[in-house]
């Protein structure tokens, strides 16, 4: 392929994925390998109005310092601005207990994000290319990647940017060859201890005598993985809005809608859980047991008999709270509890709303305590003469476990229960002809 014609090229892949824009600013990544001096030489050709950005990791001695210095000539010889940073990658793996190539790759895009805030960029251009998406896909499908990972290396995600994932690599040496360009060696990228070039060195050779175009298919496949899994979202989205139900804090859906596993997986991904433990929450409602609680750092799922139900940690709250006279506290997120004084008027009927409690004022001494229900609490329910456990009246009610948990529950000075929040007060504070003053609690 001729220079035009693979410039060309590249510039029909960028307008036909929308990457770059004339009128705005590009961070180049340059590392003086073959792929990145191709990205800069065409970019530069193309007048695209970019700097350059070069990180020196220190972690090949010489060969560093030489692949700086590369860059440096580089950028002087194309007059293109040149930013350099040295990190210290081996201090930085140690203290934050991560492997030098995740430290290198931390590093790097940090400091390319941080550049690009600084230098007003649009974006930060990388060099992947058509290779780097097969090995993407391969290392993710060993890993028992899903589809998100079948994709490989997307165009442009968030600031980062692509322009070569249209060639393969042959075709930049080839392109660098015909301009003469010399390009640095990272002799690091033929140690096949390292995953992804084992799969460079020994299995993508044994792929293409199979099937000399089989780089080209994976990326052929990895565009359809893309196609596939925005026609799913669709549908996805569709059934969540059939079949997935807001009530309170609670999200809540039949495990009968369940077509297999990775529905599920689609379903509940959101909330933090794993794909071992949604594996595992698929076993579990094909069996006929009940009342299973599963954890993320961010949600709780409950399997209760026939359904699904899933809160928010931070939905309920878990210390009491007391309440030594009238006004709103904040209880937790979005939720207040509002406590105020009234006459009572005999000419106006109370309204009845499960979310307030209308009370004798005289009959309800401060403080009071706004909790979670606990073993053993009673109550008299309103209209009933004999107290009854808090745990069986919300059975009675058919409270799944996570309602029954975060049920709060009103107590006076002397730890009577005056009102189950959200359900109903206890007899002995209700409302009667002798009542003067009455209290108002508001739970919203």
């Not at 009968?256 to 595992?280: G, R, V």
Request: hydrophobic share 35%; net charge neutral; proline share 2%.
């Amino acid at each position: 392929m001729s220079n035009n014609c693979l410039i060309n090229k590249v510039a029909s892949f960028i307008k036909q994925n929308n990457l770059l824009d004339n009128s705005k600013r590009y961070i180049v990544a340059l590392s003086g390998g073959a792929d990145s001096v191709s990205l800069l030489l065409i970019l530069h050709q193309l007048c695209y109005n970019i700097e350059a950005a070069h990180c020196n990791f220190h972690l090949r001695g010489n060969d560093s310092n030489d692949d700086e210095d590369f860059c440096k000539t580089l950028c002087e010889r194309l007059d293109i601005t040149l930013h350099i940073k040295h990190f210290n990658t081996e201090e930085y793996s140690s203290s934050h207990k991560i492997s030098i190539e995740m430290a290198a790759r931390e590093l790097r895009y940090n400091y390319f994000n941080t550049l690009a805030i600084e230098r007003n960029a649009e974006g930060i251009c990388v060099a992947h290319h058509i290779n780097d998406v097969a090995e993407t896909m391969l290392l993710n499908l060993v890993r028992g990647s899903g589809i998100k990972g079948l994709q490989g290396i997307l165009p442009h995600r968030d600031n980062i940017i692509r322009p070569l994932l249209c060639v393969t690599r042959n075709e930049i040496e080839d392109f660098l060859i015909s301009k003469h360009q010399d390009f640095k060696q990272d002799f690091t990228n033929f140690d096949d201890e390292i995953n992804r070039n084992r799969l460079r060195i020994n299995v993508i050779p044994q792929l293409e005598k199979i099937n000399n175009a089989s780089i080209l298919n994976m990326q052929r496949t990895a565009k359809r993985m893309v196609d596939a899994e925005q026609l799913i979202n669709i549908y996805i989205e569709e059934q969540r809005n059939k079949i997935v139900r807001q009530k309170d804090s609670f999200v809540s859906f039949n495990i009968a809608d369940i077509i297999n596993e990775y529905f599920l997986y689609l379903l509940i991904k959101e909330y933090d859980f794993s794909s071992a433990q949604i594996e595992n929450i698929y076993s579990y409602i094909r069996s006929p047991q009940t009342g299973k609680v599963f954890s993320s750092y961010s949600h709780d799922l409950l399997i209760d008999r026939n359904q699904i139900i899933i809160r928010k940690k931070t939905d309920y709250i878990t210390q009491p709270i007391i309440i030594n006279s009238t006004g709103t506290y904040n209880i937790a997120e979005n939720k207040t509890l509002t406590i105020s004084f009234e006459d009572l008027d005999k000419n106006k009927s109370i309204p009845k709303s499960s979310n307030i409690c209308f009370a004798d004022a005289d009959v309800i001494k401060f403080p009071l305590t706004l909790r979670r229900t606990c073993q053993g609490d009673r109550f008299i329910p309103f209209g009933m003469k004999q107290s009854k456990l808090v745990s069986d009246y919300l059975t009675d009610k058919k409270r799944n476990l996570f309602q029954k948990e975060s049920q709060l529950v009103v107590t006076d000075n002397e730890e009577k229960i005056v009102w189950l929040v959200d359900e109903r007060i206890d007899n002995r504070i209700r409302i009667t002809d002798k009542t003067k003053h009455i209290i108002k609690i508001i739970y919203e």
